[in-house]
């Protein structure tokens, strides 16, 4: 198995215990949240985890809301090289996360943008690390060079989280989204599978000529 996959995995393993530990219980059991790949069953509990962040928060920049049938849609138009993952405790649905093209032209087709969202009440647990970990394991499973993230200046949790995973600021577009009446920055991070010298060290210094 490649050293990153190996290691992807067991970090995968490592947060997933964390998780069954800092997840609440239910009524007379123990609590245990399982990642597995999305099913279209699923896909009225995603809707309402990502309505919930397009009406009231700026997490995603996306300003329209899906019915039912719009996340089965959008599930659907998911194929094995752009997973979409489930944490589930018990029959709920608390958080998912996919793999999404990072654009159409065939040159950046191993280029993932990825996405996670954690069901309100369930933050703080460890389940968005959960889900990125298995997110970074099935982006090297199926040869993804590299993974993007976008994520609003002021989400200040997604940042943090992406970080503790590696990912390195790439870029910073100023002012770029208008949403509930605010013009918000967009931060660009990517993790590279598997580069010996990622993250990459700070660029050196260049003198004015004379």
Do not use: C
Request: avoid cysteine; aromatic fraction near 6%; proline fraction near 7%.
């Amino acid at each position: 198995m490649d050293d990153n996959l190996y290691a992807l995995e067991s970090m995968v393993r490592e947060r997933l215990a964390e998780a069954r530990a800092q997840a609440p219980a239910g009524p007379g059991h123990a609590a245990i949240v399982v990642i597995r790949p999305a099913v279209a069953d699923d896909s009225a509990a995603i809707a309402a985890i990502w309505n919930r962040e397009v009406r009231e928060t700026a997490a995603t920049t996306d300003t329209e809301p899906r019915s039912v049938a719009a996340q089965q849609a959008w599930l659907a138009a998911h194929g094995p090289v752009h997973p979409v993952i489930v944490a589930v405790e018990g029959d709920e649905v608390v958080a998912f996360g996919a793999l999404s093209p990072y654009r159409a032209k065939p040159s950046y087709a191993r280029t993932a943008e990825d996405s996670v969202y954690v069901k309100d009440g369930w933050r703080g647990k460890g389940l968005g690390a959960l889900v990125l970990d298995r997110l970074l394991a099935l982006a090297a499973e199926h040869g993804h060079h590299s993974v993007i993230a976008r994520i609003t200046a002021g989400n200040e949790p997604s940042l943090v989280l992406h970080e503790g995973r590696g990912f390195v600021r790439v870029g910073h577009e100023r002012q770029v989204a208008l949403k509930h009446g605010v013009w918000h920055d967009v931060v660009t991070l990517q993790f590279i599978m598997g580069a010996p010298t990622w993250p990459p060290s700070p660029p050196t210094a260049r003198s004015a000529p004379a």
